[in-house]
């Protein structure tokens, strides 16, 4: 998935207008609002006040024209002369009716409309007092007097008046309420602009930058190295640049050993440890993981090297994680701009590739090679394989015996690991090993190769082989906390005696704390299983395994053997080891024996069993049966000879 460019996220600018018509808006709609109730309310009080004159008036005629013995034309015109005003123009009917006569006087209305109006009046059965005729609007009412009813109608002016009275008035409410609208909008779109600008900056910060570590990421960088090496006219562009990409060696091991906990403790402080070293303009970057990136703009190649140096001495210094010192080390791979790629993805995959190179070679960092780019892809595929590789199986195990030197018999055999490949064939361990512990898969890998050789071990008992089979293992297996458990688990489920299996630790250079491994180990031995120093004499402090690990065998490492004769150094060290192991109570095992003189001399000094291509190249399980089986001496050099201690 393409990294979006950090240009997408901008801030909004279309809020502030789209807020104030929002409020302009409901301003329109409350002033509405407001003008409709507040003139039905004054008009239904002015109607309401009208209608009570109205009765009022009807109610005075009614008691003065009982009191009064004269016809109702004779009472009635000068009374409604005395309670009208002249000067009114407003259409109104008067109808008076008597116990025996009738009278009715209308101003401005019609006979017809007038007759059309009493009408009205007795339909009117809800007593709205409220009714319509020729487009105008009449109030009427009624009062039923002791000796004549009094009808009172007249056109409502109500209406008229409450507009004429509350329309400026409602004019200026609405345009103050408009003002204020627009006010508050104002107001509140400029402080939502400022906290969204303040949020988008936060947003814009986690999108851009580790939540961990607080450095930049992926999504940072992208955006930096398209700008710089696209858009030439921008103000940050490079005529030439450096990139790092830095992936820390035993970051997994370390995160699976101690806990995420101390994983994010680990990469926090190798981060600030890289920030002293990396100066502006260059910036560091974490884009996941383990792996970080430098970008160094006006970095040239030999520059690039020499920081190169720093960085890798800087991850080299110990950390202290829970009071242990843990030493993760890492591989940096270079590319540089424009001699090995002009666009942004392209520069970091040379980086990257380069990286994977100077992992191979573990010596440290390693500048991106065009002659190389074949290896490079070779080795990239390889990595990829690796996991369909351990499901289908296609990694098995060949076996070189070990030797007794006053015999010549077969003591024992080690199992070591081949690839086979469906492409290239049979893969020898310095094509993958390297891969698999780069890729963070070698505790799956050990249990891998730890069923293998129970499963092999329970195959040859069956068949009456008892002899050990030795499986070499890293101590970051051992920091596997289900190893234990699993071997137990294979041991039972194959019926393997577990004196018959035999694990070798390798010593490598590493600055896990011995305790853990020792841990380890006393579980494993509570178990039954032999276990071996590889390779002794390199790597950790050979004194220190052996003050603190109750080992049962100790190997030599090939390096002392191989010019044993000629190189007395290398030969009093040996001594010294065979020294070590009998005061240990341990055996002895010769690695890299290739000369009947090596052989004889080693026997000669003590050491009693020995393993190398004089006896033996490794070989597949069929042929190592057979030679086990028959009983075949591989040293006949050895009849005659007494077997040491050793």
Same mark, same amino acid.
């Given at each position: 998935?393409?990294?979006?460019?950090?240009?997408?996220?901008?801030?909004?600018?279309?809020?502030?207008?789209?807020?104030?018509?929002?409020?302009?808006?409901?301003?329109?709609?409350?002033?509405?609002?407001?003008?409709?109730?507040?003139?039905?309310?004054?008009?239904?009080?002015?109607?309401?006040?009208?209608?009570?004159?109205?009765?009022?008036?009807?109610?005075?005629?009614?008691?003065?024209?009982?009191?009064?013995?004269?016809?109702?034309?004779?009472?009635?015109?000068?009374?409604?002369?005395?309670?009208?005003?002249?000067?009114?123009?407003?259409?109104?009917?008067?109808?008076?009716?008597?116990?025996?006569?009738?009278?009715?006087?209308?101003?401005?209305?019609?006979?017809?409309?007038?007759?059309?109006?009493?009408?009205?009046?007795?339909?009117?059965?809800?007593?709205?007092?409220?009714?319509?005729?020729?487009?105008?609007?009449?109030?009427?009412?009624?009062?039923?007097?002791?000796?004549?009813?009094?009808?009172?109608?007249?056109?409502?002016?109500?209406?008229?008046?409450?507009?004429?009275?509350?329309?400026?008035?409602?004019?200026?409410?609405?345009?103050?309420?408009?003002?204020?609208?627009?006010?508050?909008?104002?107001?509140?779109?400029?402080?939502?602009?400022?906290?969204?600008?303040?949020?988008?900056?936060?947003?814009?910060?986690?999108?851009?930058?580790?939540?961990?570590?607080?450095?930049?990421?992926?999504?940072?960088?992208?955006?930096?190295?398209?700008?710089?090496?696209?858009?030439?006219?921008?103000?940050?562009?490079?005529?030439?640049?450096?990139?790092?990409?830095?992936?820390?060696?035993?970051?997994?091991?370390?995160?699976?050993?101690?806990?995420?906990?101390?994983?994010?403790?680990?990469?926090?402080?190798?981060?600030?440890?890289?920030?002293?070293?990396?100066?502006?303009?260059?910036? !560091?970057? $974490?884009?996941?993981?383990?792996?970080?990136?430098?970008?160094? /703009? %006006?970095?040239? #190649?030999?520059?690039? &090297?020499?920081?190169?140096?720093?960085?890798?001495?800087?991850?080299?210094?110990?950390?202290?994680?829970?009071?242990?010192?843990?030493?993760?080390?890492?591989?940096?791979?270079?590319?540089?701009?424009?001699?090995?790629?002009?666009?942004?993805?392209?520069?970091?995959?040379?980086?990257?590739?380069?990286?994977?190179?100077?992992?191979?070679?573990?010596?440290?960092?390693?500048?991106?090679?065009?002659?190389?780019?074949?290896?490079?892809?070779?080795?990239?595929?390889?990595?990829?394989?690796?996991?369909?590789?351990?499901?289908?199986?296609?990694?098995?195990?060949?076996?070189?015996?070990?030797?007794?030197?006053?015999?010549?018999?077969?003591?024992?055999?080690?199992? !070591?690991? $081949?690839?086979?490949?469906?492409?290239?064939?049979?893969?020898? /361990? %310095?094509?993958? #090993?390297?891969?698999? &512990?780069?890729?963070?898969?070698?505790?799956?890998?050990?249990?891998?190769?730890?069923?293998?050789?129970?499963?092999?071990?329970?195959?040859?008992?069956?068949?009456?082989?008892?002899?050990?089979?030795?499986?070499?293992?890293?101590?970051?297996?051992?920091?596997?906390?289900?190893?234990?458990?699993?071997?137990?688990?294979?041991?039972?489920?194959?019926?393997?005696?577990?004196?018959?299996?035999?694990?070798?630790?390798?010593?490598?250079?590493?600055?896990?704390?011995?305790?853990?491994?020792?841990?380890?180990?006393?579980?494993?031995?509570?178990?039954?299983?032999?276990?071996?120093?590889?390779?002794?004499?390199?790597?950790?402090?050979?004194?220190?395994?052996?003050?603190?690990?109750?080992?049962?065998?100790?190997?030599?490492?090939?390096?002392?053997?191989?010019?044993?004769?000629?190189?007395?150094?290398?030969?009093?060290?040996?001594?010294?080891?065979?020294?070590?192991?009998?005061?240990?109570?341990?055996?002895?095992?010769?690695?890299?024996?290739?000369?009947?003189?090596?052989?004889?001399?080693?026997?000669?000094?003590?050491?009693?069993?020995?393993?190398?291509?004089?006896?033996?190249?490794?070989?597949?399980?069929?042929?190592?049966?057979?030679?086990?089986?028959?009983?075949?001496?591989?040293?006949?050099?050895?009849?005659?000879?007494?077997?040491?201690?050793?």
């Amino acid at each position: 998935m393409p990294v979006q460019p950090i240009t997408l996220i901008n801030r909004d600018t279309s809020v502030r207008p789209r807020l104030i018509v929002a409020c302009l808006v409901v301003s329109v709609l409350v002033s509405a609002i407001y003008v409709t109730v507040s003139y039905r309310l004054t008009a239904d009080v002015s109607l309401q006040t009208e209608l009570h004159a109205m009765e009022k008036l009807a109610r005075v005629l009614s008691s003065e024209l009982t009191l009064r013995e004269n016809s109702l034309a004779e009472q009635a015109d000068p009374l409604i002369n005395i309670l009208s005003d002249p000067n009114d123009d407003t259409p109104r009917l008067f109808h008076i009716q008597g116990a025996k006569e009738s009278w009715q006087r209308g101003h401005r209305l019609s006979k017809s409309e007038q007759a059309n109006l009493l009408k009205l009046v007795s339909r009117d059965q809800n007593k709205t007092h409220l009714i319509e005729e020729s487009e105008r609007s009449f109030l009427w009412q009624r009062f039923e007097g002791e000796s004549n009813t009094v009808t009172y109608i007249q056109q409502t002016t109500a209406m008229d008046t409450t507009l004429s009275f509350v329309a400026k008035r409602l004019l200026i409410t609405s345009v103050l309420v408009f003002w204020i609208a627009v006010w508050l909008a104002l107001t509140l779109s400029s402080l939502i602009a400022k906290r969204a600008e303040e949020i988008n900056e936060t947003l814009a910060t986690i999108a851009t930058h580790d939540a961990l570590t607080g450095l930049p990421n992926r999504l940072y960088l992208m955006d930096k190295l398209t700008t710089a090496l696209l858009k030439p006219h921008a103000s940050n562009a490079v005529s030439e640049a450096s990139v790092f990409v830095i992936d820390l060696d035993k970051f997994k091991e370390v995160n699976d050993s101690f806990g995420h906990s101390a994983g994010d403790t680990l990469l926090k402080e190798v981060a600030a440890r890289l920030l002293e070293i990396v100066l502006p303009p260059a910036q !560091l970057i $974490r884009i996941g993981g383990d792996e970080f990136i430098i970008w160094a /703009p %006006g970095l040239s #190649i030999e520059q690039a &090297e020499a920081l190169a140096i720093e960085l890798v001495g800087a991850c080299d210094t110990p950390i202290m994680i829970n009071g242990l010192a843990v030493n993760t080390g890492a591989s940096i791979g270079i590319s540089h701009y424009p001699t090995h790629a002009n666009e942004p993805e392209a520069l970091i995959v040379c980086a990257d590739t380069a990286m994977y190179k100077a992992k191979e070679q573990r010596n440290g960092w390693q500048v991106y090679d065009d002659n190389k780019i074949a290896d490079y892809k070779h080795n990239l595929q390889l990595r990829a394989e690796l996991h369909d590789a351990i499901l289908q199986q296609q990694f098995i195990l060949h076996y070189q015996p070990k030797v007794d030197l006053g015999s010549g018999c077969i003591v024992g055999v080690e199992g !070591l690991c $081949r690839w086979e490949h469906p492409r290239l064939g049979l893969l020898m /361990p %310095g094509h993958f #090993i390297d891969l698999i &512990e780069d890729s963070g898969k070698v505790q799956e890998f050990g249990r891998y190769v730890i069923a293998k050789v129970i499963e092999q071990a329970a195959l040859w008992q069956q068949q009456g082989i008892t002899i050990p089979i030795a499986v070499n293992l890293s101590p970051y297996n051992l920091l596997d906390p289900g190893l234990v458990s699993f071997i137990q688990q294979q041991l039972t489920m194959h019926k393997v005696a577990p004196e018959l299996i035999e694990i070798e630790l390798t010593e490598n250079e590493t600055s896990l704390n011995i305790k853990y491994i020792k841990a380890a180990l006393d579980n494993i031995r509570e178990l039954g299983i032999s276990l071996a120093i590889d390779d002794f004499g390199t790597g950790m402090s050979s004194l220190a395994y052996l003050a603190h690990l109750n080992v049962n065998v100790l190997k030599i490492d090939r390096a002392f053997v191989t010019d044993i004769e000629v190189n007395t150094g290398h030969k009093a060290i040996v001594a010294s080891a065979i020294t070590l192991a009998q005061s240990f109570g341990c055996s002895m095992v010769a690695e890299g024996v290739e000369t009947l003189s090596q052989a004889t001399l080693l026997h000669d000094m003590g050491c009693r069993i020995a393993q190398g291509y004089l006896f033996s190249k490794p070989m597949p399980e069929a042929k190592v049966k057979q030679q086990i089986l028959s009983g075949k001496n591989l040293y006949p050099h050895a009849q005659g000879l007494e077997s040491s201690p050793a």
